[in-house]
Nanobody
Framework: QVQLVESGGGTARPGGSLRLSCSAS????????VAWFRQAPGKEREGISC????????VYAESVEGRFTISRERATNSVSLQMNSLRPEDTAVYSC???????????????????WGQGTQVTVSS
């Protein structure tokens, strides 16, 4: 059975940092493009970053570019999202998703994904 499990969420102050992890069991994430999404209360789900299977090239939404970094952690079969310079508007439930796409195309936020995690809450507040 395939599972994606997010961890690392919590509360941070504005300007602070958190590191999320998306750990997989039942699949090897190396062969998957993995995307991070977030959804704030009352808002639509937003695709914020993707790392592609073919060459680990990365894509970021404008809202997080320069502050968030996605990376693969092969030793633990996981994908991390390092979040720096956090803002109150980053408060949301963060989820990861995986699919055997070779590339993270520009429409990665709206593509179907085979597997989803359950989400982890991130709250940025002073």
């Amino acid at each position: 059975q395939v599972q994606l499990v997010e961890s690392g969420g919590g509360t941070a102050r504005p300007g602070g940092s958190l590191r999320l992890s998306c750990s997989a069991s039942g699949i090897t994430l190396d062969y998957y493009s993995v995307a991070w999404f977030r959804q704030a209360p009352g808002k639509e789900r937003e695709g914020i970053s993707c790392i592609q299977a073919s060459d680990d090239n990365t894509v970021y939404a404008e809202s997080v570019e320069g502050r968030f970094t996605i990376s693969r952690e092969r030793a633990t079969n996981s994908v991390s999202l390092q979040m720096n310079s956090l803002r109150p508007e980053d408060t949301a439930v963060y989820s990861c998703a995986a699919h055997r796409y070779k590339y993270c195309s520009s429409n990665y936020p709206s593509r179907p994904y085979d597997y989803w995690g359950q989400g982890t809450q991130v709250t940025v507040s002073s």
